[in-house]
T-cell receptor, first 111, second 113 residues
Framework: GQQVMQIPQYQHVQEGEDFTTYCNSSTTLSNIQWYKQRPGGHPVFLIQLVKSGEVKKQKRLTFQFGEAKKNSSLHITATQTTDVGTYFC???????????FGKGTMLLVSP | KAGVTQTPRYLIKTRGQQVTLSCSPISGHRSVSWYQQTPGQGLQFLFEYFSETQRNKGNFPGRFSGRQFSNSRSEMNVSTLELGDSALYLCASNGQASTDTQYFGPGTRLTVL
């Protein structure tokens, strides 16, 4: 079945440093979504990418979808302590397939 | 609009018992998905319901079952609980199956002793 791998599992940065998490799917995706889960909270939707090569920005966050629609990345510029949490990618295969989540990247930001 | 609600929020059971969890989606959303979240396995898909029909099912044993009612509320049931069933069970609704984002509820924390 479809597998979604996400790296790194964990990253600790100093406030102001950049951060990137990568997501790779074993199959071509129809779309990829990104979620953020704060400690003790539930996943909250950040963005959805649909088109090959798509790049979207939300303030300091930049999301990319690969040309082959099998990989994606989330880049945070100049991290802040409010960025702390676990970032998940989730890929949807073709048709009415399930949404498969990566295992997430836990981001810790020290002031 | 009110968000996704899940009850109960916390539950403690013993091995061999069964449990029923409830999820009320966002008003107007017809699709409800259930996920199991554990530290080691991350978010794993259990099943998805759309208009009272199971649309997709994950790779979980038959002890895990679910249903959806005509008002889109959903329940999931786990029978013959095992220690490994201890997890956060998350419900998510979306407005249009297979295309829209998942709006997650706060989850039910199940502990099996």
């Amino acid at each position: 079945g479809q597998q979604v791998m996400q790296i790194p599992q964990y990253q600790h940065v100093q406030e102001g440093e950049d951060f990137t998490t990568y997501c790779n799917s074993s199959t071509t995706l129809s779309n990829i979504q990104w979620y953020k889960q704060r400690p003790g909270g539930h996943p909250v939707f950040l963005i959805q990418l649909v088109k090959s090569g798509e790049v979207k920005k939300q303030k300091r966050l930049t999301f990319q979808f690969g040309e082959a629609k099998k990989n994606s990345s989330l880049h945070i510029t100049a991290t802040q302590t409010t960025d702390v949490g676990t970032y998940f990618c989730a890929g949807r295969g073709q048709g009415y397939s399930t949404l498969t989540f990566g295992k997430g990247t836990m981001l810790l930001v020290s002031p | 609009k009110a968000g996704v609600t899940q009850t109960p929020r916390y539950l403690i059971k013993t091995r061999g018992q069964q449990v029923t969890l409830s999820c009320s989606p966002i008003s107007g959303h017809r699709s409800v998905s259930w996920y199991q979240q554990t530290p080691g396995q991350g978010l794993q898909f259990l099943f998805e319901y759309f208009s009272e029909t199971q649309r997709n099912k994950g790779n979980f044993p038959g002890r895990f079952s679910g249903r959806q009612f005509s008002n889109s509320r959903s329940e999931m049931n786990v029978s013959t609980l095992e220690l490994g069933d201890s997890a956060l069970y998350l419900c998510a609704s979306n407005g249009q199956a297979s295309t829209d984002t998942q709006y997650f509820g706060p989850g039910t924390r199940l502990t099996v002793l």
